[in-house]
């Protein structure tokens, strides 16, 4: 390609972008496909926030991470790796640099947690010889997307002694499934006047748990079949109703990742947010804590739990977990108020995909593209940028840069057109402490719906954004 002054002026001084399929050779889609396998993989092994912690965890370890809780103040030296797991629903991790931690961390931020169903205290039910569970979703769902489709159960009960009991049930080839029944539409007319928000409302939202009777003529029972489930669970778990109280179940799609369409450069699947940025994420500090050589500065993971419902609780991003990790990397607390304010961070989040067949309520000058590669997105929040994490424009052009050096093809993604709704991700939490931030990460077609949908290519070049930013901010 012709260079400089001998570019034509509105190639040197537009901003347009290609699909980023368009430069790829042979060598860098196998790439792009061996990473997709491995991230289809990891998506299928961990579809709630503590499979997807195991799953994390478990890698840490392979690749040398240490528990940080079990090392009893052992003194950090370069290149040393340190995890620590906060409840079996978050994580973070860190590679030690060269520098002290109170010069700053480079950081990668993303969420695990996604929109599903939550079983209540007291789910089970009888009605019209069905047992059925009676569910409380969480996060931002269409309610009617989650009916009519096979689901799995997944979570933990806790019995009176701390014994934890792990459910994971439609997963594996014969297993049964469930799901929630909706109207025929020979009879739905009324269902079909109503607005979508509740043509499903969220109290219909029941799985349907069984329908078999338990057989004994001397038991004069009246809710047999819901005494069959409970059996079944009994004899199986050592539960009974009441354990149901303290437990943690969660019913999600049953369906597996996949490729989508015939030239399979997407993939369709449960939870892409936000684990297609956690991933990418997780791939990149791993492959760096390879490096013979420690990093300069540390690097830091950050996986939260409870981002979808706003970041509240012991697991999510507005604790002092993320806090409590680096104060435990810093020598006291005036080091660790200096790592907050020298800090660079990632807030790796997905960014809704353009969708043409929804044009009218994005800004297609600014919104996200499928193929042309890791979102930028500078402000978050919604109105008139409320509740926003606004990145400081001398971050942002660092940290585009950093991608330009590297080849590494960046796009804008403001979240639909002004006043036409909006978001929040971690960053602002991490802003709070007075560090650097910018959203970063995956544009996504059907965002929270049960099979959200992104591109390979989007995937692959996330992945070399967040190591480029890890190596080089
Ligand atoms: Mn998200
Ligand atoms: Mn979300």
Not at 36 to 52: I, N
Not at 106 to 129: F, T
């Amino acid at each position: 390609m012709a260079k400089g002054k001998d570019k034509k002026l509105s190639d040197r001084l537009f901003f347009n972008l290609k699909s980023c399929w368009e430069e790829t050779d042979e060598k860098t889609e196998k790439e792009v496909e061996a990473l997709a396998l491995d991230y289809k993989q990891f998506l299928d092994r961990g579809k709630t926030e503590r499979e997807c912690i195991d799953a994390v965890c478990e890698l840490l370890e392979k690749e040398g991470f240490r528990n940080i809780d079990a090392m009893n103040n052992q003194a950090f030296k370069p290149g040393m790796k340190v995890y620590r797991n906060i409840r079996g629903k978050s994580a973070l991790a860190a590679v030690i640099g060269k520098k002290p931690a109170a010069e700053g961390c480079n950081i990668l931020g993303a969420h695990i947690d996604s929109p599903r169903l939550d079983l209540k205290q007291r789910p089970l039910y009888e009605d019209s010889d069905l047992a059925l569970f009676d569910t409380h979703y969480y996060g931002g769902i269409k309610k009617y997307q989650w009916t009519t489709i096979p689901l799995s159960m997944h979570g933990v009960f806790i019995n009176e002694d701390g014994k934890k009991t792990a459910i994971r049930i439609g997963e594996e080839p014969g297993d049964p499934v469930f799901t929630v029944t909706d109207l025929l539409p020979h009879l739905a007319k009324e269902q079909m006047e109503k607005k979508a928000s509740v043509a499903v409302e969220g109290e219909d939202l029941d799985i349907l748990a069984g329908s078999r009777p338990y057989k004994d003529p001397d038991n004069d029972e009246k809710e047999k079949v819901k005494l069959a489930i409970l059996d079944l669970l009994n004899k199986k778990y050592g539960v009974t109703e009441k354990s149901f109280a303290s437990a943690e179940i969660e019913f999600v799609p049953a369906f597996k990742a996949s490729d989508v369409g015939l030239d399979r450069s997407l993939i369709g699947a449960y939870g892409h947010d936000d684990r297609c940025c956690a991933f990418p994420a997780l791939k990149a500090i791993t492959a760096l804590s390879r490096n013979k050589t420690a990093p300069e500065k540390t690097l830091v993971l950050y996986l939260s739990d409870k981002e979808e419902t706003g970041s509240a609780g012991n697991t999510g991003a507005r604790s002092l977990n993320f806090e409590n990790f680096l104060a435990m990397l810093c020598e006291n607390e005036t080091q660790l108020r200096l790592c907050f304010s020298r800090s660079s961070m990632l807030s790796a989040d997905v960014n809704a995909a353009f969708d043409p067949t929804y044009a009218s309520v994005f800004d297609n000058k600014n919104a996200a593209f499928i193929g042309k590669g890791i979102v930028l997105e500078k402000y978050t929040g919604s109105g008139g940028k409320y509740g926003a994490s606004d990145a400081n424009a001398e971050f942002c052009a660092k940290v585009q840069a950093i991608l330009d050096r590297n080849k590494i093809q960046w796009q804008c993604g403001e979240l639909g057109k002004v006043d036409k709704g909006g978001g929040g991700t971690i960053a602002l939490y991490a802003a709070n402490l007075g560090m650097d931030v910018l959203d970063c990460g995956v544009p996504v077609l059907s965002m929270h719906s049960p099979f959200e949908v992104i591109s390979k290519i989007d995937l692959f070049t996330t992945y070399r954004g967040y190591m480029a930013f890890l190596t080089e901010i």
